[in-house]
């Protein structure tokens, strides 16, 4: 059972939508909050200020974006937090001292044409910093600070179909590029179809070598989500040496007792894709991973799950990237070949962090 933390309430209990509730001159006040984690950090600092003298109802109070944007922000437990910040800072500068109220529907159109116009955005980037807009406005929205939506009946951007993934031969070129432990990383990816933030996120303490599967905690709830490890998956792990100095499995290279950001994984596959001449993201290694289990089989619910999706609509999107390669269905033992067509074997139980691939007879 999930701990409870102080002055903070689930309303309807199990609907995963939480309130902050202080007591101030007798009355009780709610302030909706995005998650149990936000919940706690913003409960201390409303309970410092009625200490200090310094609370002052929202509701009663004008409150400008940047300010609204530096509340959501606060204790955030997104599983991509540093986009969210990004994002969130944006519109911090762009329309940061406008007061939510004064926030139009045509104010947001205008800036969205603009970003598109100035050809420097692409359709979905515009598309992420818009979501997170109508994140914050909703958040207000709720909590009353605003009467209504101004990004209602707003329509988004058409995007692009660009799901694609790695073939063998992408991933061929791809291994002879990089050093044991950036392949490691990115076979990793693979084998477990995770996000990078989870990926980085991902510590020790959420590795269970005898179930041989992964915890990976769910941002808007106290719940987890069980990722199955694969042999090979398992292989990588024990390669490691982070086991022996750090918490987190793909510990910072300079301070190990910090995690690696996922940024800087990202960018360095940027480069290495650059220089393989191949168009892509870390991302595809998710793509890649999910539709080699449909290549292989793998049934479509099962795959969803272990992406995590809420519905399987969303899994579904992967289905035409299969269509066209049913006969060249994949080995199950591993989900990448090396340069011979062989499947890579992770050498298991070495700390040495050399020779960690090797190939199968």
Known sequence: ?????????????????????????????????????????????????????????????????????????????????????????????????????????????????????????KPSTVNRYMSALRRMLTLALNDGKILRHPMKGLKFLPEEQRDHYFSDEALKKIYTLMDPQAWREVH????????????????WANVNFDTKHLSIPLSKSNKTRRVPLSEQALSILRSLDSALESPWVFPDTIDPLKPKHPYHAGAHFKRILRKAGMPGNWHVLR??????????????????????????????????????????????????????????QVQGGTKSGTNVVTTSK
């Open 1 to 121: 059972m999930a701990k409870k933390s102080p002055g903070v309430v689930e309303r309807p209990r199990g609907s995963g939508k939480f309130y902050v509730r202080i007591k101030h001159h007798g009355k009780e006040r709610l302030t909706r909050v995005a998650s149990r984690a936000q919940g706690k950090a913003v409960y201390t600092r409303l309970r410092a200020e009625i200490l200090e003298g310094r609370y002052q109802p929202e509701r009663v109070r004008p409150i400008t974006l940047k300010t609204w944007v530096d509340r959501c922000l606060e204790g955030s437990a997104n599983r991509d937090k540093a986009h969210e910040e990004q994002r969130s800072k944006y519109w911090s500068t762009i329309l940061g001292n406008r007061l939510l109220s004064e926030i139009t529907s045509e104010d947001i159109r205008h800036h969205q044409a603009k970003m598109l116009a100035s050809g420097d955005w």
């Open 188 to 203: 990793f990816a693979i084998e477990t179809c995770l996000r990078a933030s989870e990926q980085y996120g991902l510590k």
């Open 287 to 344: 793509h890649t991973g999910a539709t080699r289990r449909l290549l292989a089989g793998v049934d479509l619910v099962t795959v969803s799950k272990i992406l995590g999706h809420r519905t399987i609509q969303t899994t579904m999107r992967y289905l035409h990237l299969v269509q066209d390669h049913m006969a060249s269905a994949i080995n199950r033992g591993s989900l990448v070949l090396d340069q011979t067509g062989k499947n890579f």
